[in-house]
């Protein structure tokens, strides 16, 4: 079965510092997203990405967030100065096109971002 | 704007018992999707079931079926026979069509942790 890949699957970083996760969607899927989960809260949405350009993004996807999809199969997310209340599990999803074999949603395994 | 509604923080279930989760939803579309994940602890989200709202016969996989109320904007997640890998937190999510070149994002409800015991 397809899978959305992320990595690293941990991260640690010091206040300030910029990170990038790294999310590889399913190859035939066009629309990609970017998900948050700070532990023991729900999951809330941060971007959609469609056509190399963003679609919709939270309130949460302030100037310290991009994405970009640098070579056709990566999907980035860059977060340039990092707070402590970035700390969460970061989701990659990937979907395809409304009634195609496999279109649904399909999440990575998530990277837990740890900032200190 | 959308909101999914979970009103049972925590459950409990025996083994091999049925179990009840329940989510409400509130949009002015006519047409989307639900949808219900499952977080184990691994903190991976992982589908169990997907609804069309155009579709009235209710979805199920195997263990797992929904009780799909399109006038009340209700969407429960029944699980039989309830394993002990069962155990997790289920994640209820609406979504709006996607429609050719437009992305659509997944509203997720606060979850229910769901504790299968022996």
């Known amino acids: 079965e397809p899978e959305v890949t992320q990595t690293p699957s941990h991260q640690v970083t010091q206040m300030g510092q910029e990170v990038i996760l790294r999310c590889v969607p399913i190859?035939?899927?066009?629309?990609f997203y970017w998900y948050r989960q700070i532990l023991g809260q729900k999951v809330e949405f941060l971007v959609s990405?469609?056509?190399?350009?963003?679609?919709?993004k939270s309130e949460i996807f302030d100037d310290q967030f991009s994405v970009e999809r640098p070579d056709g199969s990566n999907f980035t997310l860059k977060i340039r100065s990092t707070k402590l209340e970035d700390s969460a599990m970061y989701f990659c999803a990937s979907s395809g096109i409304q009634g195609t074999r496999g279109w649904g949603y399909t999440f990575g395994s998530g990277t837990r971002l740890t900032v200190v | 704007a959308q909101t999914v509604t979970q009103s049972q923080p925590e459950m409990s279930v025996q083994e091999a018992e049925t179990v009840t989760l329940s989510c409400t939803y509130d949009?002015?579309?006519?047409?989307?999707?639900l949808f219900w994940y499952k977080q184990p602890p691994s903190r991976q989200m992982i589908l169990v079931i997907r609804?069309?709202?155009?579709?009235?016969q209710n979805a199920t996989e195997n263990r797992f079926s929904v009780n799909f109320q399109k006038a009340a904007k209700s969407f429960s997640l029944k699980i039989s026979d309830s394993q002990l890998g069962d155990t997790a937190m289920y994640f209820c999510a609406f979504m709006k069509p996607l429609n050719t070149g437009t992305a659509s994002k997944l509203t997720f409800g606060t979850g229910t942790r769901l504790q299968v015991t022996l």
């Open positions: 190859s035939n899927h066009l629309y």
């Open positions: 609804q069309e709202a155009y579709k009235q």
């Open positions: 949009t002015s579309e006519n047409n989307y999707y």
């Open positions: 990405f469609y056509n190399n350009e963003i679609s919709e």
